[in-house]
């Protein structure tokens, strides 16, 4: 499995070609949790850092987890062409809207309803690994432009922020997620 310590020219046009991606993170004594990804949610800085947006969800397992342990994995996946499976490590940091690094990087993405999160992720270690065991699949379209985004939209910003409440203040693990600037 080659390994380097950041990303190149190549990897970066297979990264932009994909339209999903998975991120794992885990806390120090919390389960490991990997979720997929998509939308136009991620944007390369440069060789050594990936920003990506977090639109709101049912959980907020990732914020909670960089707030014991900042490292996670983004993985991407080749469903077509050849092979490829391409793993990017480093630590981590969470930016929310009510941070100073906010209004400099989101402009970097759409304006998405329900948008909690940027994370900036420095990268310590990029690994590819053959991929032959990946499926090809056909990618027929996001479902967050006519599914997600339309439920968020509709909440208005003050009905996104009380779902944060509700539903992303603390992890499955009981973990604070950093949502509500009380915390």
Same mark, same amino acid.
């Given at each position: 499995? %080659?390994?380097?310590?950041?990303?190149?020219?190549? *990897?970066?046009?297979?990264?932009? +070609?994909? &339209?999903?991606?998975?991120?794992?993170?885990? $806390?120090?004594?919390?389960?490991?949790?990997?979720? &997929?990804? #998509?939308?136009?949610?991620?944007?390369?800085? /440069?060789?050594?850092?990936?920003?990506?947006?977090?639109?709101? $969800?049912? #959980?907020?397992?990732?914020?909670?987890?960089? +707030?014991?342990?900042? +490292?996670?994995?983004?993985?991407?996946?080749? =469903?077509? $062409?050849?092979? *490829?499976?391409?793993?990017?490590?480093?630590?981590?940091?969470?930016?929310? &809207?009510?941070?100073?690094?906010? /209004?400099?990087?989101?402009?970097?993405? %759409? /304006?998405?309803? $329900?948008?909690?999160?940027?994370?900036?992720?420095?990268?310590?270690?990029?690994?590819?690994?053959?991929?032959?065991?990946? &499926? =090809?699949?056909?990618?027929?379209?996001?479902? #967050? %432009? /006519?599914?997600? *985004?339309?439920?968020?939209?509709? *909440? #208005? %910003?003050?009905?996104?922020?009380?779902?944060? +409440?509700?539903?992303?203040?603390?992890?499955?693990?009981?973990?604070?997620?950093?949502?509500?600037?009380?915390?």
């Amino acid at each position: 499995m %080659p390994t380097t310590g950041k990303l190149n020219g190549t *990897l970066r046009d297979f990264i932009e +070609r994909q &339209p999903m991606f998975f991120v794992a993170t885990a $806390g120090t004594d919390t389960r490991v949790n990997v979720s &997929p990804k #998509g939308m136009d949610s991620l944007r390369i800085v /440069d060789d050594n850092r990936i920003i990506w947006l977090n639109v709101t $969800g049912s #959980g907020n397992e990732t914020a909670a987890h960089l +707030r014991e342990v900042n +490292r996670m994995t983004l993985m991407f996946c080749a =469903f077509e $062409g050849s092979a *490829l499976i391409l793993r990017v490590y480093g630590q981590c940091k969470t930016i929310h &809207p009510r941070d100073d690094d906010w /209004d400099r990087l989101s402009p970097m993405f %759409p /304006d998405l309803a $329900g948008s909690r999160q940027i994370f900036d992720l420095t990268i310590d270690l990029v690994q590819t690994s053959c991929g032959s065991g990946v &499926p =090809f699949m056909d990618f027929v379209k996001q479902r #967050g %432009p /006519d599914e997600l *985004l339309p439920f968020y939209d509709n *909440l #208005g %910003p003050e009905g996104v922020d009380a779902y944060w +409440r509700r539903k992303n203040a603390t992890s499955i693990d009981g973990k604070q997620t950093g949502i509500d600037p009380a915390e």
